[in-house]
């Protein structure tokens, strides 16, 4: 469509036109095309510099060990990153569930009707608060009420912020079915929850599945509301009542405290963190393109 | 629907029943998340709210030691952070919209769009990281002392030059909100019928006549949803903001000087909030970013949905 449209605007400057039209008409496309470059530009600096930094700090030590007291070189994040692992599979077990379970209910139930255009209503309203607010109720919800931090509170904050997200895109995935698939299930005496479960969600499984892995990236690299729920911890940590590290967190410390040497970490750390989320979208999106994780066909 | 409902519920209608209720029950708990969230904010900030009133909001001094709290500096950080990040931000991503949509090659559409929406992928504590070690430094030694010496008679960029401080947030911010302003634009300009542009271009307009008259006008409320939905991030925005803001709660005219926002007032101290009356101040702080975030985002979607879900809006309005 484009194309066709700007052969055709080509054929007109072609035209007789004022030579102050054509010059505006230069001058917007050469201004579109620097906004682009400078748009372009940070994102290549930012990963420029991930790669020129972390790289040289990735090495087995990293991987494998706990962070080092101030002034001794060496060591790692291992523990932060599955101190974020951790606290990500209690995010997803909470978020996943909840999520797919009301996207469902939108889809399945709530088409059209009041309460349904409430719930999908409020899941863009919970979509838009800022992550940080989120931090502070999880801590009430749950530091509060267990009395120390942990791995569970970081949890629970992400679980709320993967909610919304996985929502609508079960919703949207769940609508592309026609209704004559369920129709065909009915129709053979399958009941309405089979049908739901075995058949609908079955044939849009993928698209759900993207869904769920976009909101696994938007929350992985997430760290304002792991600040006061999981707090954060320099030791392996297992148990989900403990105080856990996180990747992010871990990379924030690092960032703004006076050492080279955990500069240096940080770096390398936002390395690991921006390949782990740049792959999950990259293959969600391949995935996407092929046709693969279409939903019903 | 009618009729499903009947046909599936003849044969296991204890199930289809314990299984609607369970799926009404996920979707109800949306709801619950979000009522916890104001009942949790209200609730914990009722401390602070009963010390200060409403002059919470207009008292600029931030004092722990004296458990003396205002919120204005914090309310002022944020808005001018902003502020700023939208006035960067809106016409680049308003210029690579209209570059995607209505002037690159096809071949170059997909992957243009996907490459900036890559920049809403990276996290916010990464974009931190990068701006206190490539940022910053930059804008210690190359711009700021050009600015300053250009502009500073304006009182905008006066001072020493940081690097650090209102400038830096409100530029990572930028950086941050542009895939977000630039994906709804496109999306409304790809809402914008085909017949526009032909009739627009008919006419013997050039390209960009065709773009400002045919699809940027019609586009407008859609556009305004999308820069709307870019403050509302940023409004909310945490880390990167927090990691180069300068954290210095005070109200200063220059750009270069430290400030402090909302988000980051938060981020930095309720971990170390001791006393009741510091912790709650911080919730209500809280509580007044959530309201106005939930506003502006409010107000987004129903623009950007005049705009994609109906008509185009009026061209003469």
Known sequence: MPNATSTLAQDWTAAPISLSRRLKDLLATTLAVVALIMVLAPLVAVFGYLVYKGIGSINLDFLTQTPKPVGEPGGGMANAIAGSCLILLIGSMFGVPLGVGAGIYLAEYGRGGRFGDAIRFTSDVLNGVPSIIVGIVAYGLVVLKQGHFSALAGGVALAIMMVPTITRATEEMLLLVPISVREAAYGLGVSRWRTTLSITLRTATSG????????????????????????????????????????????????????????????AGALILIVLIVISVTAVRIAASRGMLKGAS | MKEQESLAGTFHPIADHLFHGLMLLCGVSVLAIVALIIFELITKSTLSWHAFGWSFFARSEWDPVNDQYGAMPFIYGTIVSSLLALLLAVPLAIGVAVFITEMCPEWLRVPLAFTTELLAAIPSVIYGLWAIFVLVPLLRTEVEPILGRLFGWTGLFEGTPYGIGMLAAGIILAIMIVPIISSITREVMTAVPRQQREAVLALGATRWEMIRVGVLRNARAGIMGGIILGLGRALGETMAVTMVIGNRPEIARSLFAPGYTMASVIANEFSEATGDLYLSSLVEVGLALFLVTIIVNIIAQFLVWTVTRGTPARSNA
Do not use: C
């Open chain 1, 208 to 267: 759900v599945i993207t869904g769920v892995m976009l909101a696994f990236a938007r929350v992985a690299g997430e760290t304002a509301p792991l600040l006061f729920t999981a707090f954060g911890n320099q030791y392996w940590n297992w148990k989900i009542n403990e105080p856990t590290a996180a990747l992010p967190l871990q990379i924030f410390t690092y960032a703004i405290s006076p050492f080279d040497e955990w500069h240096r970490q940080a770096w």
